[in-house]
């Protein structure tokens, strides 16, 4: 046996005290290696996670405004499309897919309902064209999201979450304007819509409002 090995069984206070300082090293590595997070603070992981409905309740109010602001009465939008849709589009519509989304706003008298979607009277329409009114409970589609054209794919992680945003503005219009109103007894009442739909058909709109007041 060498003089070393026999040295080195002969102290274990020595390897103790090795033992020890070698665990002190990798303490130290770990800590200068190891970040604190703040909760709350721009690196806590949890801020970075989408909620639905905190995004409804920061976003709808800006879409609102939006909408109201660049909507141009149904009349006029109905007379355009039937001139020149391509034109009409360009002028009144948001590129939205297969349709742009178009803001309107319009009076009329409410006429049947089926699963909260009305169909609505308005002076100045031609016959042919049928407007629609969804109520809810359910609100379908993402006009709301497709709106303004200021809510893009590239806001988000994900599908899932561009999807969710959508669902979260329907959300949140139906506690801010919709639950204001007994949407369970219009037929007969005339209303006062401010709202977006889809042009697919120019011959049926479906409006989904920001604003309904009843007269």
Do not use: C, H
Request: proline content about 4%.
């Amino acid at each position: 046996m060498s003089a070393k090995a026999t040295a080195w069984q002969a102290s274990p206070g020595l390897r103790r005290v090795l033992a020890g300082a070698a665990a002190l090293v990798l303490l130290g590595a770990m800590a200068l290696d190891t970040k604190v997070i703040k909760i709350g603070s721009a690196g806590d992981v949890r801020n970075a996670v989408f909620s639905a409905a905190d995004y409804g309740k920061s976003e709808f109010p800006k879409v609102q405004a939006d909408v109201e602001a660049r909507a141009a009465d149904a009349a006029t939008v109905a007379t355009a499309i039937a001139k020149d849709r391509a034109t009409a589009e360009k002028e009144y519509g948001v590129p939205a897919g297969v349709g742009p989304v178009i803001s309107v706003k319009f009076t009329g008298v409410v006429g049947e309902g089926k699963s909260g979607i009305y169909k609505v009277a308005v002076d100045g329409l031609p016959d042919t064209l049928t407007v629609r009114v969804q109520t809810g409970p359910a609100i379908n589609g993402t006009e709301l999201r497709d709106a303004t054209g200021k809510i893009t794919f590239g806001q988000f992680t994900n599908q899932i979450e561009y999807q969710d945003a959508g669902s979260a503005l329907n959300n949140e219009m139906k506690k801010e304007v919709l639950a204001k109103v007994d949407t369970s007894d219009l037929t007969g009442k005339t209303i006062a819509v401010v709202g977006v739909f889809k042009l697919v058909n120019p011959k049926s709109w479906l409006v989904t409002p920001v604003r309904l007041d009843v007269k």
